[in-house]
C-alpha cells in the first residue's frame, strides 16, 4: 500500500459524517485495487485504544444531525428478507439493537428469532469483560457452518467489540466468513454498509475512531410497548482506569434537552408506561452544553411534569450526582426511587488507582444526603473485586462499606483486564483463586442484604407495573414495583401493561410472590 492510499484510508478511518460519500468512493476504490492491502492496512496501521489521545479529545465540537434519512434507492432493499440481531451487554446496546431493527425495518426487512431463517444476523456485542467477548467469538463458531451453507447470508459484528483494534484483526484473520465490522459510531450508515455488503465481495469495515455526534430522527423498531428506553447522553470522559468504554462509545455529548423531551412526550402519547434515561455516564448530562447552564437535575425536573407514570435512569457516577438532582429527586411523582449507584470499591486507595475521583467518606456523605432527602428510596451497586494488588484489608472495606449503605442489590465481577486500559499494564499479585473467593464471599453478603430488603415487603400491597408472564410459568404474570423489585404474582392477561396493585404474600432472595388485588383504572 502506497502512502497516498494509505492516507486514503486514514481518512476513512477518521471519517466524518459529511465526508462519507468521498470515503465511500476511496473505500470501493482500495478494496477494488487489492483486497490484501485493505487487510494489513487494518493490521498494521489501526490505532489501539489511546488514552492520552482520548483525554485530549474535551475541545472537539460534537455535531448534531436532525437530518437522518434512507435514500429511497435503498428503501426496498431487504424486501422479503428477515434479520436477526443478537445483543449482548448493557440497555445501551439493547437500545442501539432498537435503532438498527428500526433501520432494517425501514429497509423493508422483517424480523425473525431464528437464525436458519435470516437474510442477515447482527452480533451487536459488548467489550466491557473478557468473558462477553468470549461468549460472542464462541457464537462467530457457531454461526460459520450456517454461512457457509447459505453464502448469501450478511454476518456482521458490531457494538463495542468493533471499535477494538484487536478485534477487528482477529476476525479479519480468523473469521474471514464475516461480511461487515461497523462501530458504535457508524450505526446511521446501516443502509449503505448493508448495501455494501450484499454488492461487494471484500469484507465491509467501517468503523470511526472520531468521538461521535449525536444523531436525531433514528427510527426505533422497539423491544414492548410499555417501557422504553431514551438516550439522553453518549460516551464517557470519566477514564475509570480499568474501563474500556471512553474508547468504545467516544466522548461524552448531550442530546438537546427539547429533542429528549418530545420524544419522552411523544412515548407517553403513544401508551408508554416507563422510560429509563440513558447514559454511560447519566450525571453528567449537560456539562458539554455549552449555551446551557443545564443539568440532570434540571431534565429530570421537566420530565418530571410529563404524563408518563414512572421515569428512571442509569448509569449514575457518584462524582457527578448533585444536590440538584437530589433535591428534584424527593420531588417524587413519577421519579421512580430506585437510585443504582456504581461504587466499586469500598476502598479510598482502590478508588484512587481506579481514578474513580471520590473517597469512601465522600461516597457515604453522597448516601447519607440521598436517604435524609428520599428514605425509602432503593440503593444498588456495581462492585469490581480482584482489582489489581487489591489487599485483604481492602476488600474487608469493600464488604463493610456494603453494609453501612444497605445496598438492596448489587452486580459484582471480578476485575477484567481491558487491553488498551491503564490497569491493564499494572502487575497483579492477586491470585484468581483469591479472586474467586472474594467473589463469593461478597455474593454471600449481597445475597443476605437482597433477602432482607425484601422481607420488609411482606403483607404489602405494592403497584406493578405488569411486563408479562413470568419466564418460568405463562400462568404467572410479573412486573416491577418503583424500586424495582421482581413481583410475580397470579393476575388476568389484561393486566400486562398496566398498573396495579399487589399484595406481597412471600419474600424470596431476589423476587417477591404476590396476589393482585385490584386492577389499576388510572396509572397516574
Ligand atoms: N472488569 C470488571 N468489571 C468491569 N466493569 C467495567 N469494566 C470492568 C472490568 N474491566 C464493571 C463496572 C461497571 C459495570 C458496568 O461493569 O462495575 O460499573
Ligand atoms: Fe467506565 Fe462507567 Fe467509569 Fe465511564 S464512569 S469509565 S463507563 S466505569
Request: net charge negative.
Amino acid at each position: 500500500m502506497n502512502e497516498q492510499q494509505r492516507k486514503e484510508m486514514s481518512q476513512i478511518r477518521q471519517g466524518n459524517p459529511a465526508d462519507v460519500k468521498s470515503d465511500q468512493d476511496n473505500l470501493e476504490r482500495l478494496k477494488k485495487k487489492n483486497s490484501d492491502d485493505f487487510v494489513k492496512y487494518f493490521q498494521t496501521t489501526y490505532e489501539t485504544p489511546n488514552l492520552n489521545k482520548a483525554r485530549k479529545r474535551g475541545k472537539q465540537d460534537v455535531k448534531y444531525h436532525e437530518d437522518f434519512t434512507i435514500p429511497e434507492e435503498l428503501q426496498n432493499i431487504g424486501k422479503g428478507k428477515k434479520y436477526l440481531i443478537r445483543t449482548y451487554g448493557c440497555q445501551m446496546n439493547e437500545h442501539d439493537t432498537e435503532v438498527m431493527a428500526g433501520i432494517l425495518t425501514d429497509l423493508g426487512f422483517e424480523s425473525t428469532s431464528d437464525a436458519n431463517d435470516a437474510d442477515i444476523i447482527l452480533l451487536n456485542t459488548c467489550a466491557i469483560r473478557e468473558n462477553a467477548e468470549n461468549k460472542v467469538f464462541g457464537e462467530l463458531g457457531h454461526l460459520k457452518p450456517l454461512k457457509q451453507n447459505r453464502p448469501d447470508l450478511i454476518l456482521g459484528v458490531c457494538g463495542c467489540m468493533s471499535q477494538e483494534e484487536s478485534v477487528v484483526n482477529k476476525i479479519l484473520e480468523k473469521h474471514q466468513h464475516v461480511d461487515l465490522i461497523f462501530g458504535t459510531h457508524n450505526i446511521h450508515r446501516l443502509p449503505q454498509l448493508i448495501q455494501e455488503a450484499i454488492f461487494g465481495k471484500e469484507m465491509v469495515v467501517e468503523v470511526w475512531s472520531k468521538e461521535g455526534d449525536v444523531i436525531e430522527n433514528l427510527p426505533k423498531a422497539r423491544n414492548g410497548k410499555t417501557k422504553a428506553w431514551v438516550n439522553i447522553m453518549y460516551g464517557c470522559d470519566k477514564f475509570c482506569t480499568y474501563c474500556i468504554v471512553p474508547m468504545t462509545r467516544g466522548k461524552e455529548r448531550s442530546r438537546r434537552p427539547e429533542d429528549i423531551i418530545q420524544e419522552i412526550r411523544h412515548l407517553a402519547a403513544q401508551g408508554y408506561k416507563e422510560v429509563t434515561l440513558l447514559g454511560q455516564n447519566v450525571n453528567a448530562y449537560g456539562k458539554d452544553l455549552q449555551d446551557l447552564e443545564y443539568g440532570l437535575g434540571d431534565l429530570m425536573d421537566e420530565i418530571r411534569k410529563i404524563d408518563i407514570p414512572r421515569v428512571r435512569f442509569t448509569t449514575s457516577h457518584p462524582r457527578d450526582f448533585d444536590d440538584r438532582l437530589i433535591e428534584v429527586l424527593a420531588k417524587g411523582g413519577n421519579l421512580m426511587p430506585y437510585i443504582h449507584l456504581p461504587v466499586q470499591s469500598g476502598s479510598s486507595e482502590v478508588l484512587k488507582r481506579m481514578n474513580r475521583k471520590y473517597t469512601r467518606e465522600s461516597y457515604l456523605e453522597l448516601v447519607r444526603k440521598i436517604k435524609e432527602a428520599i428514605p425509602h428510596a432503593a440503593l444498588t451497586t456495581d462492585i469490581i473485586v480482584g482489582f489489581p494488588n487489591e489487599t485483604e484489608e481492602q476488600f474487608e472495606e469493600t464488604m463493610t462499606l456494603y453494609e453501612e449503605v444497605g445496598f438492596e442489590g448489587a452486580y459484582t465481577f471480578i476485575y477484567s483486564p481491558r487491553e488498551g486500559t491503564p490497569a491493564a499494564k499494572k502487575e497483579d499479585n492477586v491470585p484468581m483463586d483469591v479472586k474467586k473467593k472474594r467473589l463469593y464471599r461478597l455474593n454471600e453478603r449481597v445475597n443476605k442484604y437482597s433477602r432482607e430488603a425484601l422481607k420488609k415487603y411482606q403483607d404489602k400491597i405494592v403497584d406493578v407495573l405488569v411486563e408479562g408472564e413470568s419466564k418460568n410459568n405463562p400462568d404467572v404474570l410479573a412486573g416491577y414495583t418503583p424500586e424495582s423489585k421482581l413481583v410475580n404474582f397470579e393476575g388476568p392477561k389484561s393486566a400486562i401493561g398496566q398498573i396495579v396493585k399487589v399484595k406481597i404474600t412471600n419474600t424470596k432472595s431476589w423476587t417477591l410472590d404476590g396476589e393482585m388485588i385490584e386492577e389499576a383504572v388510572e396509572v397516574k
